[in-house]
């Protein structure tokens, strides 16, 4: 696999929008693990894990499962009320995750993927968890 980051295969993506329609969820309802798995039922479809997933292999040319299958893992594990209660406040400024991910990379079956699939995991990664604190955030407070 490639070595360096090619700009031409780019993912476009907009996952901090995850979590913005909250509205379906009914008010003075406790926001629950449920609550965050709703969140990937809206229209911005590529920040549902096999979505994410297709458009990442497709963008860098993966076809080892095992590979794809980490970086869903690392993306898109632990997203539940009690890990993410966890994420330290205010939110630090580097990403989020970022040190899983590069501590996977060094290792089988990531180790010498190309380093734009490394950075676009780390990138998904931290947007995801501040987009979905923030949906969090946003469904609590209208419960108060």
């Known amino acids: 696999m490639k070595d360096d980051f090619d700009p031409r295969f780019a993912i476009a993506t907009d996952m901090s929008r995850v979590g913005q329609r909250v509205g379906p969820h009914p008010t003075g309802a406790p ?3 449920d609550t965050i798995q709703q969140l990937f039922a809206l229209p911005q479809t590529h920040a549902r894990p096999q979505e994410w997933t297709k458009r ?3 963008a860098y ?3 080892d499962a095992a590979v794809s299958r980490t970086l869903e893992r690392l993306v898109f594990a632990g997203l539940t009320m009690e890990s993410l209660s966890k994420v330290p406040l205010p939110l ?6 970022a040190k899983a991910i590069d501590s996977a ?7 010498g993927v190309d380093t734009g699939v490394v950075e676009t ?3 998904s990664r931290d947007i995801l968890v501040r987009a979905l604190l923030a949906a969090i ?8």
Do not use: H
Not at 92 to 97: D, K, L, R, V, Y
Not at 137 to 144: D, Y
């Open 121 to 123: 995991a780390k990138a």
């Open 56 to 58: 990442v292999e497709r």
């Open 61 to 63: 040319g993966i076809t």
């Open 31 to 33: 926001v629950t693990d």
């Open 137 to 144: 955030q946003a469904l609590q407070a209208r419960n108060n």
């Open 105 to 111: 990379a060094r290792k089988d079956p990531l180790k």
């Open 92 to 97: 630090p400024a580097n990403p989020i995750g």
